[in-house]
């Protein structure tokens, strides 16, 4: 078979390589490989399509002590931004106007712009996106999983890398020789180990802590049982949510100990710009921690029936006592303390592996220690998102549909030299 010859090969199409195809077909570069093994949208369609979204109001149905509460939540970011996100590219508008309706495009459009929404209704949105986008003349899509590339031209202007590419339904590698590579691999929860040995504590998951569907399924619901949960991220805020949820439904034995080292942080919306825009609590997330886990609240919510403050501030030490102290008490763990990048394909230069790091400005790549750019290597999404700096010096990643669109639109041109 002859080497299929790209102007470009995305890694990876979950949002993020969605976002980076469009950006590029914008750029007429001729064919674009594009390679996933599902082409399913990625994480947030495999693991967090139950996750209401972070930033927008949401409802809860939340039954404790024999009565259901529904609380509905307005923030500042929309439904209206994945509708942005599946119009900014020309190639996007293109396959909206020509997928058969009805379509996750117009369902989306049924929803309150203004409010939030479940994950799947994005995800939804993402994959007819991609069914879309696959069907292009200019796009070759590759089932499959990239194992390596190497840079076999290194010229700064015109660099050339070959790939290799485990097909789904072959087990013969296919090779394409790409002008560019984005690697838009993505992330997965950090593991991290239990923090005393020796005790009989099964680790739970977070992806699975995010669906409780599943989560409902796999906890014993007949008998006692507690879950350590560590952590105060966005993350860890939902599980704790979704824990609370089982203890008043279907686990009403379930406890939860909650082991955090500071106090919950909240975006704040300032005048234009959101303070902790990445990093603090919004939304679904914000207002349950609000109402019910701030120190003075928790006491008498819900919540503090089923959860308690183990609290970890204080040093290492303290920290340890606290986890010797209390942590023989849980039959599960669950640590929500961010999230780590997906292995990359092994990528080599002169035969050698190559020891790079991510430009967050620019979206390149350059060998580490030194300021040498990798010639036409490029990253995007989760795993490889924009540092930002707010108005009072807080440096951020950008992590979310549009904000990698926004990023993309500023880089994609420099990328391609146009
Ligand atoms: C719990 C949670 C909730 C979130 N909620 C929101 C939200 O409400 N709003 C928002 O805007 N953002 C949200 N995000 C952030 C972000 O938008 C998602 O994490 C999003 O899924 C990231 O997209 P991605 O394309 O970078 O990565 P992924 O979705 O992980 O996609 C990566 C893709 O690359 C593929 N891949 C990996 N390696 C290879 C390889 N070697 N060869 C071929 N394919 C490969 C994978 O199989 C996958 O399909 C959330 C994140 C989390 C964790």
Redesign the pocket.
């Known amino acids: 078979m002859t080497t299929p010859k790209c102007g470009a090969l995305v ?7 969605t976002a980076v195809l469009g950006g590029l077909l914008e750029q007429q570069l001729g064919k674009i490989a594009w ?4 082409f399913e949208s ?3 369609n495999r693991k ?1 399509r139950e ?1 209401p ?3 927008q109001s949401s409802e809860r149905s939340f039954k404790v002590s024999g009565s259901i509460t529904n609380s509905y939540i307005n923030s500042n970011t929309t439904v209206k931004l994945f509708q942005t996100y599946s119009t900014v590219w020309e190639s996007f508008r293109t396959v909206v106007e020509n997928t058969p309706q009805p379509n996750a495009f117009t369902v989306l459009d049924k929803l309150d712009p203004n409010k939030t929404c479940r ?1 799947h209704y ?1 995800a939804d949105m993402v994959r007819d996106l991609t069914d879309g986008l696959v069907k292009r003349d200019d796009v070759l899509p590759c089932r ?3 194992t390596a590339a190497s840079l076999i031209d290194k010229t700064p202007d015109s660099p050339k890398w070959m790939v290799r590419v485990k097909q789904d339904d072959s087990s013969d590698e296919l090779e394409i020789e790409a002008s560019r590579i984005v690697l ?4 997965h929860p950090t593991k991290t180990p239990l923090p005393v040995s020796g005790l009989d504590i099964e680790t739970l998951d977070l992806d699975l802590v ?1 669906k409780p569907s599943l989560l409902a399924e796999s906890l014993p619901s007949d008998e006692p049982i507690t879950i350590a949960v560590v952590g105060a991220s966005h ?1 860890a805020i ?1 599980a704790l949510l979704n824990f609370v949820e089982l203890a008043s439904t279907s686990h009403p034995q379930l406890r939860v100990k909650w082991f955090t080292r500071h106090a919950l942080r909240y975006a704040e919306y300032m005048d234009g710009w959101i303070l902790r825009d990445n990093t603090g609590l919004k939304g679904h997330a914000a207002e349950f921690a609000r109402a019910e886990l701030e120190d003075d609240k928790l006491a008498t919510s819900p919540a503090g029936k089923i959860i308690t403050k183990i609290d970890c501030s204080g040093g290492p030490d303290r920290e340890t006592a606290q986890y010797h102290a209390q942590l023989p008490d849980c039959s599960y763990f669950c640590a929500a303390v961010g ?1 780590t990048k ?1 292995p990359l ?1 092994h990528l080599t230069k002169d035969g050698a592996p190559l020891n790079m790091e991510f430009d967050h400005e620019t979206g390149r790549f350059h060998e580490r220690g030194s300021d040498s750019v990798v010639p036409g290597l490029f990253g995007a ?3 490889f998102p924009e540092r930002v700096v707010d108005p009072y010096g807080n440096v951020e990643l950008a ?4 904000k ?1 669109m926004k990023f993309l639109k500023r880089v994609i041109p420099s990328w391609t030299g146009a």
Not at 184 to 187: D, E, I, L, N, R
């Open positions: 890694v990876g199409a979950g949002p993020g390589g390679v996933d093994p599902s990625g994480r947030v967090y996750v979204r972070w930033v994950l994005a499959g999983f990239v838009c691999t993505g992330s995010l993350s939902l999230f997906d394909p999404g989760i795993a992590v979310g549909f549009f990698f």
